[in-house]
């Protein structure tokens, strides 16, 4: 795995023309294809808070304004906040208390707060008092603005129900029009209500056209308040004034001092499943509970794709050869033969891809919209490599990934013009590299390689359709091999 602040030097075309690091990206086993997290569906699974670690469902998530309950960031520096205990001594109520209230006093409560520890900030500094019992209870506080946003969101509402009907109505004669009149009702089994329900819409209509007639719209004004006299003359305490970060962390107040920073209700992370858009299998699927950092499906790149990785290779200049050293990992549990070739003899296969595409998205109506944004999204690769690899004429076989081998300090060393050695599912190859005549010195020196590798499908295909174990699959990488001298 690379350093977080290492670039990536080897990057992989996507089946969507993107180019990406093995690390982000993923394989489906039913297409055969590499898939990036831009050519993908991301659905969210569940909401759970990081602190806590409670989840809970969508609904029950927006109820709550997707903030946990319980915990806290920092208003100050946004780290997490701690509840902290101390013992108070209560005050002696009068001065002639009899001695069994005096008994009582003595007892020391214990009272907790909220305290940051990495800027030591606490929710005394704000004048929040202590409470009695270590979870919940907080002061919440209510937003200026609640009647105004509510009115804002049941316009809004009103109007998407609107829009909505009348696209309804629109669709409805356009195939009247063509003669075969088909509601929505006959093509998905879908009633108005049951759609208006899904869309979390109210089902009456008369609701909607009463809160649009209703809603009174801002009015902009030409009077402002009058900035105070002493706005350009007075010293100015960074120490007492909010950065703009704090003040947009809680948009509802804004606060401008720093003695009016409140606690912020933490927000929930999501626990997302990862689906391939051409087949609608699940690339990736988490595990329901939010302390397991496990998948039940992880269809990642790296256990399916040959890993090619840049040993070493000599600088780069117009017209001449450099050798270049580069390291071939097969991660799957079955001997992998892998063939070098020039980008542009992989056999194009996008045609097929595309009516796949097109079939699995008849099935359900849904997905129309997407089949836009597919075709919008793939497209070739653009990169310019000005190093071209030479050929290697010749099949490198790959034992299978063993974890036992990893442990090995042994490499076989071939006496071989390509492979420099060999260990268990690993090849380091020597290759070599020409450079354009016309590159400029400075330029970045690129080189493009293609890969043809056999790959053992071992999911048998859903149906009867014929399993076919074995496929020959190609990827194509580009090598960063810094700059032209
Ligand atoms: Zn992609
Ligand atoms: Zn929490
Ligand atoms: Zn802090
Ligand atoms: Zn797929």
Request: glycine share 4%; proline share 5%; charged share 25%.
């Amino acid at each position: 795995m690379a350093y977080l602040t290492q670039p990536d030097y080897v990057k992989y075309i996507c089946s969507c023309g993107q180019l990406k690091p093995i690390t982000s990206l993923y394989f489906c086993r039913h297409c055969l294809k590499i898939r990036c997290g831009f050519c993908i569906c991301h659905e969210v699974d569940s909401h759970y808070c990081a602190n806590c670690l409670e989840n809970m469902p969508s609904s029950e998530a927006r109820l709550k304004k997707n903030r946990c309950t319980s915990c806290f960031d920092c208003p100050s520096c946004f780290h997490t906040l701690s509840i902290r205990a101390t013992l108070v001594q209560p005050r002696q109520a009068s001065t002639e208390a009899s001695g069994d209230a005096k008994v009582e006093n003595k007892q020391a409560k214990k009272m907790y707060y909220l305290s940051c520890f990495n800027c030591r900030w606490t929710s005394r500094d704000v004048g929040i008092p202590d409470q009695p019992v270590a979870s919940g209870g907080w002061p919440e506080r209510t937003n200026p603005f609640t009647t105004r946003m509510n009115q804002l969101l049941e316009y809004y509402k009103a109007i998407a129900l609107q829009e909505k009907q009348e696209k309804l109505e629109r669709e409805r004669k356009k195939f009247a029009i063509r003669g075969k009149y088909i509601t929505l009702t006959d093509k998905t089994g879908l009633t108005g209500a049951m759609a208006r329900n899904i869309a979390g819409l109210p089902s009456t209509d008369g609701g909607s056209s009463s809160a649009i007639a209703n809603f009174v719209a801002s009015q902009a004004s030409e009077e402002v308040e009058e900035l105070p006299e002493d706005v350009y003359t007075k010293e100015v305490n960074l120490k007492q004034i909010t950065s703009m970060a704090q003040r947009l962390a809680s948009p509802e107040w804004q606060p401008a001092e720093v003695s009016r920073l409140h606690p912020l209700a933490k927000l929930l992370s999501v626990k997302r499943s990862q689906r391939c858009r051409a087949c609608d299998h699940n690339l990736t699927k988490p595990e329901y509970n939010p302390g397991s950092i496990k998948f039940k499906i992880e269809l990642l790149a790296y256990y399916h794709v040959p890993e090619v990785k840049i040993i070493s290779h000599e600088s780069m200049k117009p017209g001449e050869k450099a050798a270049l050293l580069v390291k071939l990992t097969n991660p799957t549990g079955h001997e992998m033969t892998i063939k070098l070739l020039q980008p542009e003899d992989v056999p194009i296969v996008e045609e097929e891809e595309q009516k796949s595409i097109e079939k699995s998205l008849e099935k359900s109506l849904n997905l129309e919209k997407d089949s836009y944004s597919w075709r919008a999204i793939c497209r070739p690769a653009s990169y310019s490599a000005l190093c071209r690899v030479r050929e290697v004429t010749r099949d490198f076989t790959l034992a299978q990934r063993d974890d036992a081998a990893e442990y090995d300090d042994d490499a076989r060393h071939d006496a071989d013009d390509v492979i420099v050695w060999r260990k268990s599912n690993k090849l380091a190859l020597r290759l070599e590299v020409e450079t354009e005549a016309s590159a400029a010195s400075g330029a970045p020196a690129r080189a493009a390689l293609a890969l043809q590798y056999s790959y053992r499908n071992t999911v048998p295909p859903a149906g009867n359709q014929p399993h076919q174990r074995n496929h020959t699959l190609y990827t194509t990488v580009l090598l960063d091999l810094g700059h032209v001298i």
